[in-house]
């Protein structure tokens, strides 16, 4: 039975790979010339220029700092692929910097819990795919933007931070210079590099469909995404699945110099805790990793590097 699982784990990665099209490999090369990325683990942000960090700034947030926005009001700044829709010289917190939530994801996690309707989706989809404003008046919120006002905003006799309600703040002088830099249409990578692993790639994770899945008394909803990143090891890919019965599972492919058949390492985590153990799969090994089980933690590591560095392959928002 060992066995048999195996070999239609091998199968099933086998035919994602041909699914897939991926021209070339690209070590640590970031995919965009130029964008930002603000880790709200951190409280920095990030500009990128080829690749490199030329300028870095603290940040305030949300008041709920540590989650992600989903809803009108609740406070918390949003995580994900985002881009620049528009730039205001004179707003109530001085420079404005407009970013297009909600996004594909954001619209899809709403989708999921019943936020917004099925129209309401379709219409945020099709704006993010033209790169115009998202519609503004859902009940997931929206607003959401990089501007000055301080990093602190005074409280009485002392100093407040993550005081917005969900966009990021910086200090004014720090605004003149990621105004001058960005441009309408410019990637905004927003993450936490202090979640766990599958917490911080679900929210760049492209919606692909369903799997209804019919278990006796039941029926069990699988929403499956996937994300591609540029690693040290070659091209990867990670797909992410969620249950409606709180399952999830993460696939992992790793293709090495250029395009291999199977790919040269391939992992399926089935409970996503980032460990291997019973019921689990790994087949291949990384390059520069001798212990198996340690390949698949390293890999873990470079995806979170890769996401941090802007790597992405595909931007949810292109």
């Not at 490999?25 to 220029?49: E, M, N, T």
């Not at 620049?84 to 999921?112: E, I």
């Not at 091209?235 to 409606?244: D, T, V």
Request: contains cysteine; positive net charge; hydrophobic residues 35%.
């Amino acid at each position: 039975m060992k066995g048999k699982s195996l070999k239609l784990f091998t199968a099933l990665a086998s035919f994602l790979a041909g699914l897939i099209l991926l021209p070339g490999c690209v070590h640590a090369a970031a995919v965009y010339s130029k964008y930002v990325v603000i880790d709200k683990g951190l409280h920095r942000l990030y500009l990128y220029r080829d690749g490199k960090v030329i300028e870095s700034f603290a940040v305030s947030l949300g008041v709920d700092s540590i989650s992600s926005k989903s809803r009108r009001g609740d406070k918390s700044t949003p995580e994900g692929c985002y881009y620049v829709t528009y730039k205001k010289n004179n707003s109530r917190f001085y420079k404005f910097l407009g970013l297009s939530y909600p996004n594909k994801v954001d619209a899809w996690l709403g989708l999921r819990k019943r936020l917004i309707s099925l129209s309401e989706y379709r219409i945020i989809v099709d704006a993010i795919s033209k790169r115009v404003l998202p519609p503004v008046c859902t009940s997931l919120g929206s607003g959401i933007g990089i501007h000055g006002g301080g990093v602190y905003r005074k409280r009485g006799k002392s100093g407040m931070r993550d005081w917005t309600e969900g966009c990021i703040a910086v200090n004014d002088q720090d605004m003149d210079v990621i105004y001058s830099f960005s441009d309408v249409g410019d990637i905004v990578i927003i993450l936490n590099s202090k979640q766990q692993f599958f917490d911080m790639m679900r929210p760049f994770g492209n919606p692909l469909y369903i799997d209804q899945i019919s278990e006796p008394g039941r029926k069990v909803k699988r929403y499956v995404s996937e994300l591609r990143l540029a690693t040290v090891f070659g091209q990867a890919l990670l797909r992410l699945k969620e249950g409606n019965d709180y399952s999830r599972s993460i696939e992992i492919l790793v293709f090495g110099d250029g395009i291999s058949m199977p790919p040269s390492y391939m992992v399926f985590d089935r409970n996503a805790d980032g460990k291997l153990g019973f019921g689990d799969k790994q087949t291949g090994s990384l390059s520069t990793v001798n212990k198996k089980q340690n390949s698949y933690s390293r890999i873990l590591e470079e995806f979170k590097k890769a996401l941090i560095k802007g790597r992405l392959l595909i931007c949810p928002e292109t």
